[in-house]
Structure formats: C-alpha cells, structure tokens
C-alpha cells in the first residue's frame, strides 16, 4: 500500500502520567469508516502491525461485544507475535475500550481507551494506553512501539480511506 498519507504528521504519542501512553492521530476518514476498519478482521488484516510488505496478519479474531475476545498474530521477519484481550466497552462509531496483552508478558497487560471524533468529515482517534507500572509503560515505549503504530495508523488511513470508495 503507499504510504501517501495526508495526515501522517498528526500523529503525537505523549505520557500525561506515569502509568499512561497517549496516541493521536487524525484520518482523512469519517468515524464510522475509522471504527469499521479497526474492529472487522477482513480490514484489521490490512492494517495492524503492517510496517512493510513484508509483514502480515495470519490471525486475526474479533468477537466485538463486551467480554468478547480478541486475538492477533503478526508476522514479519523476526518471527511472529501475538496480542490479546477482552472487549469491555463498545459503542459504535466513537467508543472502543478493552484489555491488551502481548503474549510474553502476560502480567504486563494494559487497557486501551479508544475514542472517536469527527472533525470536520475526518476522524481524530485518541488512544489512551494505560499500564500496570510505570516500568511497563516505560518497556513499551522503548520497543519501537512508537514508530510501528505511525506506520499502522497510516494503513488504518488507507483502508478507512478504500472503505468510502465506490
């Protein structure tokens, strides 16, 4: 996919506390097509963890209610990964909360509090990642989380975007 993304240089990662990590970013999408993309596995495939064309989704499960289970399994050249959690909260188009976990660290989980706006026909997604400890969050952000998420969020962009084509 080309990474001709208008509003790529939207996106900002913050730490308003100890315990939290903060992603925005703003897609050239409405909410309804920003929320599909990120909780139908058909589109999910297209976007999560997909730094380059060498990467993909070979799993990808979604039972979108709340207490449902979601699983991923990415792929790329060092091997795979895999995340998962529990849907705790769902309101279409602007709401999305629910447990993350990275499969290593089980005990390391954080809630993702996902929020939708509209501004003016794009959609600002505003993503608050709270952890366990202050040593969790600070292991995540020195993963590289920082740059695999600006590189999925400009595919989330793409395939919001495709969604609203003809």
Not at 118 to 127: D, P, Q
Not at 157 to 164: E, S, T
Request: include cysteine; proline fraction near 8%.
């Amino acid at each position: 996919m080309p990474a001709t993304v208008a509003n790529k240089d939207t996106f900002k990662v913050t730490t308003p506390s100890d315990r939290e990590i903060v992603l925005t970013r703003l897609f050239d999408a409405p909410r309804r097509l920003v929320f599909e993309a990120m909780t139908r596995p058909e589109h999910v495939r297209n976007w999560w963890g997909i730094l380059d064309e060498r990467y993909s989704v070979p799993i990808c499960e979604i039972d979108l209610r709340p207490g449902g289970k979601w699983r991923f399994v990415g792929r790329g050249p060092k091997g795979d990964v895999e995340f998962y959690g529990v849907y705790r909260e769902i309101a279409p188009p602007e709401r999305l909360v629910f447990t993350e976990i990275y499969a290593p660290f089980p005990d390391a989980g954080s809630v993702i509090t996902s929020v939708l706006t509209e501004e003016g026909g794009k959609t600002r997604l505003t993503a608050t990642c709270l952890y366990p400890s202050q040593e969790v969050r600070d292991m995540v952000i020195g993963s590289g989380m920082e740059k695999g998420a600006a590189l999925s969020y400009d595919r989330l962009d793409d395939v919001a975007q495709a969604l609203g084509r003809p």
